[in-house]
């Protein structure tokens, strides 16, 4: 296989045995006491101490899912928040997957016009060009928003290129509000979305960007949630990845995500709420957390074992 | 007037006696030899050195266009190329500007869907909740994205509101591109932007947002360069202010902002290049770069003083 995005994450699917992006979504308020102090007294002003909780927190689940699934996607909102320290605890613990030997995609959703769009490909994909940073790790592949037109998307599609990274551009979100924007019926009868589909696909099938697996290094987001339009999302990208958000708490089940595969593959389903803080949940109840975020996995896979067999 | 910042946008405008909108977007590359050390030699892989010479370059402008101009925009990509460093010198700089008595927009885009979009809202916009981060000032409005849907756009409305901030939701860019997806033909005859702007219209007109002077504190970017669109857009936004990117660099001119003026009120216009590097234009060849950004700044008030009087 070569070393395009596509093709590293094929063979590390079938390597890991699941289709599971764990999402990494650190909420401080929701992580276990054993890690970050009892829940009822914690301190969420403290920035220093929050972002240390989320790093020893963040580090023992990259170790626990490690084995079993070939990628995580970093949510980039909740290192933000903590402003620069978040930032730079969200490069470290980048790098901290991708020694685990874990593909990591950064959950930006970046998006900008023309030369803006570059400066945001340097920052979030391409590696450092800094002579004091470049041990740093950007990730393998990062989410883009297409809003500002498919233009705006070709800077992060040349960056992807030059450094065999990968993207996952917005086609379909998981939110109930989605429906508003995303299935505008268009004059021609197709939804806002699949004409945005068949836009992405003459990106998606240039031969730079497709691997000897068939697959495009070029990816799209598409909610687990939207059984109503996967198939025919699915046939107008059929050599995209397809990234599906919302399995868990959002309410998608591996059932719902059919559609997105061909084959068994093609697709990896994210969840990250009902993994990262499974020992809420009453069926763990007694379990370590640690116990507790590695059976959600493993009922996870038990769950998909059906669709990509 | 009240402390909206819809108010406080309008009353600084009145004050400085111009719409503009100066969009800091620092790229190292086109500094001034006088900032950054000769352009041949200079070298962009030494990170300290260059987000040093962005930080004195910007200081400076905003010294020269304070007096003018009654709000900057900051170009968040420009910071985030530089990681966590750069994001350090992205909210040192706003703090900065917001000395010199300017407003100042966070050019983000940032968009997300539903607790997601509260933690960038919590980032961007609102006062930093920590401890040791209370001094750090964050923008007076941001720009969000809106692809996701109107719910991913509520946690951002509810941080203005609590806050007196400001949002510009992109409707219309300035980039060629935009007109494919953005100018799509819905079955109902309108565009795609123009649906989104009636959507929007429901939200911006809610009295919590509507200041004294009538305008909304949700605002939209509506590109300088979209003459065909600007007035229908303008009608269906009757309350929003538009912030329009693209005057100078991208091609826009004065006269082609019109529409977006309702009795010389209600826009800004954004100009980032035609300011920031007016030395590189040879109209100010033989000036210092400072004097080619004060007379850049005068000639852009000219220019708009016809729409505005």
């Known amino acids: 296989m070569s070393d395009l995005f596509s093709d590293r994450l094929l063979d590390a699917i079938v390597q890991k045995g699941s289709p599971i992006c764990v999402?990494?979504?650190p909420i401080f308020d929701l992580l276990p006491d054993a890690v970050a102090?009892?829940?009822?007294?914690?301190?969420?002003?403290?920035?220093?101490?929050?972002?240390?909780?989320?790093?020893?927190?963040?580090?023992?689940?990259?170790?626990?899912?490690?084995?079993?699934?070939?990628?995580v996607k970093f949510q980039s909102a909740y290192f933000e928040k903590?402003?620069?320290?978040?930032?730079?605890?969200?490069?470290?613990?980048?790098?901290?997957?991708?020694?685990?030997?874990l593909l990591v995609i950064g959950d930006v959703k970046r998006g900008d016009i023309g030369s803006t769009s570059g400066?945001?490909?340097?920052?979030?994909?391409?590696?450092p060009m800094f002579d004091e940073m470049e041990e740093v790790v950007t990730p393998d592949a990062i989410t883009i928003n297409p809003f500002c037109g498919l233009d705006s998307i070709e800077p992060f599609v040349k960056t992807a290129k030059d450094y065999?990274?990968?993207?996952?551009?917005?086609?379909?979100?998981?939110?109930?509000?989605?429906?508003?924007?995303?299935?505008?019926?268009?004059e021609d009868g197709r939804t806002f979305s699949e004409m945005l589909?068949?836009?992405?696909?003459?990106?998606?099938?240039?031969a730079a960007l497709v691997g000897d697996s068939g697959y495009s290094s070029l990816g799209a987001v598409v909610g687990a949630?939207?059984?109503?339009?996967?198939?025919?999302?699915r046939k107008r990208l059929p050599k995209s990845i397809f990234l599906l958000p919302g399995y868990g708490t959002q309410g998608a089940t591996g059932e719902m995500t059919k559609a997105a595969f061909t084959d068994g593959k093609g697709a990896i389903v994210s969840a990250s709420r009902s993994i990262l803080y499974a020992h809420r949940d009453e069926k763990y109840?007694?379990?370590?957390?640690?116990?507790?975020?590695?059976?959600?996995v493993r009922a996870m896979q038990d769950d998909l074992s059906t669709i990509t067999r």
Do not use: C
């Open 197 to 206: 589909a068949d836009n992405l696909n003459a990106i998606a099938t240039d």
């Open 23 to 25: 999402g990494i979504d």
């Open 164 to 186: 065999s990274k990968g993207l996952f551009v917005l086609v379909r979100t998981s939110n109930p509000g989605s429906v508003q924007l995303q299935d505008a019926k268009l």
């Open 82 to 101: 903590y402003l620069w320290e978040g930032v730079e605890a969200y490069y470290s613990l980048v790098q901290e997957a991708s020694e685990m030997g």
């Open 119 to 127: 400066a945001y490909a340097g920052a979030h994909l391409a590696p």
């Open 285 to 296: 109840a007694g379990k370590s957390w640690e116990d507790a975020v590695g059976g959600a």
């Open 37 to 71: 102090g009892d829940s009822r007294t914690r301190n969420a002003n403290d920035a220093e101490a929050s972002i240390d909780a989320i790093f020893a927190f963040t580090t023992k689940v990259l170790e626990i899912v490690a084995p079993h699934v070939p990628i």
């Open 225 to 233: 949630t939207q059984t109503h339009t996967m198939e025919s999302l």
